[in-house]
T-cell receptor, first 114, second 115 residues
Framework: KAGVTQTPRYLIKTRGQQVTLSCSPI?????VSWYQQTPGQGLQFLFE???????NKGNFPGRFSGRQFSNSRSEMNVSTLELGDSALYLC?????????????FGEGSRLTVL | AQSVTQLGSHVSVSEGALVLLRCNYS??????LFWYVQYPNQGLQLLLK??????LVKGINGFEAEFKKSETSFHLTKPSAHMSDAAEYFC?????????????FGRGTSLIVHP
């Protein structure tokens, strides 16, 4: 079974631009979560989607948004990029029925903002 | 509110020595606890999880962790370290929110293994 796939793996943007990151969950997983990982703040929860609905949201500004499609694939968007948005963005999916927060992570999209 | 504290941002051991990575949690309800490992330039991989069954949980790669409610701890151990164990380890606690469970992660502990 294929794992969680994130694209692109690496990207470089400049301040003020916007970026879209994509995530394909493991087949059969309907819950997709996004995390931001930085050396200073560690892993911070961005949002979680289930059946195309945002079910939970972390404490990030409105520049960070996401969505989920009917096939469970998810995208997140960051608008008006700032230097501090440089991070590894991790997508994770959850198997149905476990209900306790077990996550399967992709390899991440490393964003550098110049 | 739930939180996780990992004691020691770096732990250094010799190959063959005991590995002990410490994790303490704070939770107002019975927690679900996890250990994840992250190798360089990769995502996180689940090592093991505690879901209120046996208090001693065995995971992959020879790791295990013991849930101690009285100490609010969930320390990760491995009897004998291998060079391949060098990685970043994260403890996480999950709690119910909006009909799902959202893990909160500790800051991570970097395990360094010396030959």
């Amino acid at each position: 079974k294929a794992g969680v796939t994130q694209t692109p793996r690496y990207l470089i943007k400049t301040r003020g631009q916007q970026v879209t990151l994509s995530c394909s969950p493991i087949s059969g997983h309907r819950s997709v979560s996004w995390y931001q990982q930085t050396p200073g703040q560690g892993l911070q929860f961005l949002f979680e989607y289930f059946s195309e609905t945002q079910r939970n949201k972390g404490n990030f500004p409105g520049r960070f948004s996401g969505r989920q499609f009917s096939n469970s694939r998810s995208e997140m968007n960051v608008s008006t990029l700032e230097l501090g948005d440089s991070a590894l963005y991790l997508c994770a999916s959850s198997p149905p029925g476990t209900g306790v927060g077990e996550l399967f992570f992709g390899e991440g999209s490393r964003l550098t903002v110049l | 509110a739930q939180s996780v504290t990992q004691l020691g941002s770096h732990v250094s051991v010799s190959e063959g020595a005991l590995v002990l990575l410490r994790c303490n949690y704070s939770s107002s309800v019975p927690p679900y606890l996890f250990w994840y490992v992250q190798y360089p330039n990769q995502g996180l991989q689940l090592l093991l999880k505690y879901t209120s069954a046996a208090t001693l949980v065995k995971g992959i790669n020879g790791f295990e962790a013991e849930f101690k409610k009285s100490e609010t701890s969930f320390h990760l151990t491995k009897p004998s370290a291998h060079m391949s164990d060098a990685a970043e380890y994260f403890c996480a606690v999950s709690f119910s929110s909006g009909g799902s469970y959202i893990p909160t992660f500790g800051r991570g502990t970097s395990l360094i293994v010396h030959p």
